[in-house]
C-alpha cells in the first residue's frame, strides 16, 4: 500500500489519543514482540529478557501432542504492562512496533483498526503521513521477522511431544 493512500485513509477514519492508558492497562490485550525489541528494552531498562517478555500463549498443534509457539509478549503485572507507571509508558522512545501503531495494523494489504476511544479524532495531514510511515516501517520489520521465522522452520527439527517457540533466532523447547 502507497503511504498517501495509507495517509488518506487515517486522515478519513481520524485518530487523537485521549490517553485513557486502556491499551497499556488492559490485561488481556497482548503486545506481541520480536527478539529485537526484547533486547532492545533489555538493554535501555536493565531488566533480563526473561523478566520483560513471555512465550506468545496461543500455540499450533502438530498432530504429534507437540505444539509450536511463534514469538513472545510483554509480561504483564495485574494491572496491565509494567512498563506504564502514573498515567505514562516509562520506556516511551523504544516502545514496541504494536503500541507505535495502535490502534492500526496492517494485514494481508489492508489497514485494520481496533476498538479505541481515540478513533474518530482529528488528526492532521503530518501526523496522519508520519503514522503512515510507521505502519509501513512496522509491516516490513514483522515481513523480515517472519522471513527468518520462514528460515528457521525449513530446518528446525522439533522434538516429538514438546511445546516449542519459533522466533526469527531459532527454536526454543518451553
Ligand atoms: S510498552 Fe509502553 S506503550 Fe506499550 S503497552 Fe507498555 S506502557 Fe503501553
Redesign the pocket.
Known amino acids: 500500500m502507497e503511504r498517501n493512500d495509507l495517509a488518506r485513509q487515517l486522515r478519513d477514519i481520524g485518530f487523537s489519543c485521549t490517553r485513557c492508558g486502556e491499551?497499556?492497562n488492559g490485561t488481556d490485550n497482548l503486545?506481541m514482540v520480536s527478539p529485537e525489541e526484547i533486547e532492545q528494552l533489555a538493554g535501555e531498562t536493565g531488566r533480563a529478557a526473561d523478566a520483560l517478555a513471555e512465550p506468545y500463549p496461543e500455540c499450533i498443534g502438530i498432530g504429534d501432542g507437540g505444539s509450536i509457539t511463534f514469538e513472545w509478549s510483554?509480561r504483564k503485572g495485574e494491572s496491565g504492562?509494567s512498563?506504564?507507571s502514573e498515567g505514562l509508558?516509562?520506556?516511551?522512545a523504544s516502545?514496541?512496533w504494536i503500541?507505535r501503531t495502535y490502534p492500526f495494523m496492517l494485514e494481508s494489504g489492508r489497514l485494520q483498526v481496533s476498538a479505541c476511544p481515540g478513533i474518530g479524532g482529528d488528526i492532521s495531514a503530518h501526523e496522519a503521513w508520519e503514522l503512515a510511515g510507521l505502519l509501513l516501517e512496522r509491516r516490513r520489520a514483522e515481513q523480515q521477522e517472519e522471513e527468518r521465522v520462514r528460515r528457521v522452520l525449513a530446518t528446525a527439527r522439533i522434538p516429538p511431544g514438546c511445546r516449542v517457540l519459533v522466533d526469527g533466532r531459532g527454536v526454543k523447547v518451553l
Not at 509508558?89 to 516511551?92: E, F, L, R, S
Open positions: 491499551c497499556c503486545v510483554l504492562c512498563f506504564f509508558c516509562t520506556v516511551y516502545r514496541p503500541c
